[in-house]
Antibody, heavy 121, light 108 residues
Framework: QITLKESGPTLVKPTQTLTLTCTFS??????????VGWIRQPPGKALEWLAL???????LYKSSLKSRLTITKDTSKNQVVLTMTNMDPVDTATYYC?????????????WGQGTTVTISS | DIQMTQSPSTLSASVGDRVTITCRAS??????LAWYQQKPGKAPKLLIY???SLESGVPSRFSGSGSGTEFTLTISSLQPDDFATYYC??????????FGQGTKLEIK
C-alpha cells in the first residue's frame, strides 16, 4: 500500500524560505518510471502543479515558479523535499505531494493528505 | 506552457442525470490526460488516466474520451456521492503538468 505524508511549518513569514518534506512508503523512488510531485491549492482555488522528481533524479518545475523552487530526494529515507524561496502571502495554500505512477498507466495515483501553509507576518 | 480550460465552471444536475465536463488544451496534447475528483477538505482522487482508462476501483459510470485539444469526462448516471469538484490534468514530458481550473458539480 502506497502512502505519502507531507510535513513542514504551518506558518511562514513573507520573504522566508519554505521547506516541505514528503515521507512515503509502499514504493521505491529508485524504481524506473516512478516519481513524486508537489501540488498546491490556495483556499477556494484550483490545483496548481509545482514540481516533480523522477526516479533517475531528473526534475521538472512549473515554469513561472522555477526560479523559486528546488526539489530533491533522499531515496534511503524515502523522502522528497521541496523548498520554495521568497514566500509571499499569495503562496498561502494546502500543499500536497503525490506518487507518480510510471509507464503507460502514468498518473498521480496516490496523494498525501496535504499540509496547510500560511504566509503571514 | 500548455493551458487547460474546463467548462462549465459550475454544473447543476440531479441524481440520475448524465453529465459531461469538457477540458480544452491551448495546443494539441498527447493522450496523457487525467481526471480527478476532489471533495471539500480532501485530497484529489484519480478517476481516469491516459484520456480514457478507468482507474482501478472507480465506478464504470465514469468515462473519458477525447484527442488533440478537446477532452471530456462523462458521468452516465449521477449518484449522490458524485457531487464534488472535478479537475483535468495534462502531462508533457518537457514542461510537466497543468491542471484545469476545476468544475464544481452541484445538486440541482
Amino acid at each position: 500500500q502506497i502512502t505519502l505524508k507531507e510535513s513542514g511549518p504551518t506558518l511562514v513569514k513573507p520573504t522566508q524560505t519554505l521547506t516541505l518534506t514528503c515521507t512515503f512508503s509502499g514504493f521505491s523512488l529508485s524504481t524506473s518510471g516512478v516519481g513524486v510531485g508537489w501540488i498546491r491549492q490556495p483556499p477556494g482555488k484550483a490545483l496548481e502543479w509545482l514540481a516533480l522528481i523522477y526516479w533517475d533524479d531528473d526534475k521538472l518545475y512549473k515554469s513561472s515558479l522555477k526560479s523559486r523552487l528546488t526539489i530533491t530526494k533522499d531515496t534511503s529515507k524515502n523522502q522528497v523535499v521541496l523548498t520554495m524561496t521568497n514566500m509571499d502571502p499569495v503562496d498561502t495554500a494546502t500543499y500536497y505531494c503525490a506518487h507518480r505512477r510510471g509507464g503507460q498507466k502514468t498518473a498521480m495515483d496516490v496523494w498525501g493528505q496535504g499540509t496547510t501553509v500560511t504566509i503571514s507576518s | 506552457d500548455i493551458q487547460m480550460t474546463q467548462s462549465p465552471s459550475t454544473l447543476s444536475a440531479s441524481v440520475g442525470d448524465r453529465v459531461t465536463i469538457t477540458c480544452r488544451a491551448s495546443q494539441s496534447i498527447s493522450s496523457w490526460l487525467a481526471w480527478y475528483q476532489q471533495k471539500p477538505g480532501k485530497a484529489p482522487k484519480l478517476l481516469i488516466y491516459q484520456t480514457s482508462s478507468l482507474e482501478s476501483g472507480v465506478p464504470s459510470r465514469f468515462s473519458g474520451s477525447g484527442s488533440g485539444t478537446e477532452f471530456t469526462l462523462t458521468i452516465s448516471s449521477l449518484q449522490p456521492d458524485d457531487f464534488a469538484t472535478y479537475y483535468c490534468q495534462q502531462y508533457n514530458i518537457y514542461s510537466g503538468y497543468t491542471f484545469g481550473q476545476g468544475t464544481k458539480l452541484e445538486i440541482k
